[in-house]
């Protein structure tokens, strides 16, 4: 687990990290995932912005929900206590899923949205290959098989559909299992998305500037998600990087970077 500062909240409390000075950048984690996996984001580009990561409640060294919650006003709560003046907005996955709804809700809080391999709130998955997985992880859950749960989670968010375990590079593999074991053995369960907007009806209402990044082989559902922001949010680009499956940044740290730097320093 990384060890970092915290911020109570009325029903528990979030955990995060804070480096450099400089335009704040604020980092949000995968499902199932910790800010574990942005050490070499949060390690860049805190040479010259103020970065922080954070754990979503659920994971890591966060608390779990207590009751009724939202992920899009636990992260309002962290930019207020921290004093966080229009942050630019990464997130992975579930992260850029939450940063969606919060830009319906906070619509002038943030510079910019780094959406890598987004959800978005409403939507529902379809692609064979997540189906499937999702289901013979459902399976093995009820048999109380734990190992065959992680090796689902892995193929599905890790390797993706156009990769065999082998294809990946064993750092990274290595590196999201760590973060997957680590949650189970801190007793935290399933990622709950929380209270949220129902984003994917709402597309054309989000403003504020948006990067959308995809790997090549990722899900055609997170295309599909990544399709509609493109199409739909007045301000919104796509990049589209080769050779990375869900995990953009950790497949290919040096493109990720290389789109992070140039969409911060876009005004």
Same mark, same amino acid.
């Given at each position: 687990m990384v060890m970092g500062e915290r911020i109570e909240l009325a029903d528990g409390h979030l955990s995060y990290d804070e480096r450099g000075e400089g335009p704040p950048v604020v980092f949000l984690h995968a499902g199932g995932m910790t800010r574990a996996m942005w050490e070499e984001q949060f390690t860049r580009f805190a040479r010259d912005h103020r970065v922080i990561r954070y754990d979503a409640r659920g994971a890591g060294g966060s608390s779990d929900p207590s009751g009724p919650f939202s992920h899009r006003e636990d992260l309002e709560k962290l930019l207020d206590t921290l004093a966080v003046e229009r942050p630019v907005l990464v997130g992975c996955s579930l992260g850029s899923r939450v940063l969606l709804d919060f830009a319906l809700a906070q619509p002038d809080r943030a510079a910019g949205l780094f959406l890598s391999s987004p959800g978005i709130s409403g939507m529902e998955f379809k692609d064979p290959y997540v189906l499937g997985l999702l289901a013979e992880a459902g399976a093995a859950a009820q048999a109380g098989d734990g190992a065959a749960v992680l090796e689902c989670v892995l193929r599905l968010w890790v390797d993706g559909p156009h990769r065999a375990p082998t294809d990946v590079d064993p750092v990274v593999r290595a590196l999201c299992r760590d973060m997957l074991v680590?949650?189970?053995?801190?007793?935290?369960?399933? *990622?709950? *998305?929380?209270a949220? $907007?129902? %984003?994917?009806?709402?597309?054309?209402?989000?403003?504020?500037r948006a990067l959308v990044v995809t790997g090549d082989l990722d899900s055609n559902d997170i295309f599909a998600v990544a399709d509609l922001v493109e199409r739909e949010a007045p301000h %919104?680009?796509?990049?589209?990087? *080769?050779?990375? %499956?869900?995990?953009?940044?950790l497949d290919r740290p040096d493109?990720?970077? %290389? $789109? $992070?730097?140039e969409f911060l320093a876009t005004p």
């Open positions: 680590d949650n189970f053995s801190q007793g935290h369960g399933a *990622p709950d *998305p929380g949220e $907007l129902g %984003a994917i009806d709402r597309v054309s209402e989000i403003g504020t %919104a680009r796509r990049a589209r990087v *080769p050779g990375a %499956a869900h995990m953009v940044n493109r990720f970077g %290389a $789109l $992070l730097e």
